[in-house]
Nanobody
Framework: QVAFVESGGGLVQPGGSLRLSCAAS????????MAWYRQAPGKQREWVAD???????SYREPVKGRFTISRDNAEETLYLQMRDVQVQDTAVYFC??????????WGQGTQVTVSA
């Protein structure tokens, strides 16, 4: 059974850093482009960044230069290194396959709160 388990969120001050992890057991992880998404209060879930099986990355414009997505195919784990976080980054962060056609059930996500 496939499961995405996100972790690493928390309360951080503006300008701080966090590293999110997503354990993706049983998902044929290495075959797919994987992505991070986020959902802020009262807003729709949005794409943040993705990484192909070969390591090519793409980022949402507001996070470029601040966030780094990476993956460990052997460990079936996806990462998101967040630096210089801003209040606007406050959201629940999720991981999943990037391709809507093969997207799996969403996990619980991990809450990131940026506040002074």
């Amino acid at each position: 059974q496939v499961a995405f388990v996100e972790s690493g969120g928390g309360l951080v001050q503006p300008g701080g850093s966090l590293r999110l992890s997503c354990a993706a057991s049983g998902s044929s992880f290495s075959r797919f482009t994987m992505a991070w998404y986020r959902q802020a209060p009262g807003k729709q879930r949005e794409w943040v960044a993705d990484i192909t099986s070969g390591g090519v990355t793409s980022y949402r414009e507001p996070v470029k230069g601040r966030f780094t997505i990476s993956r460990d195919n052997a460990e079936e784990t996806l990462y998101l290194q967040m630096r210089d976080v801003q209040v606007q980054d406050t959201a629940v962060y999720f991981c999943n396959r990037e391709d809507l056609a093969v997207r799996l059930a969403w996990g619980q996500g991990t809450q990131v709160t940026v506040s002074a």
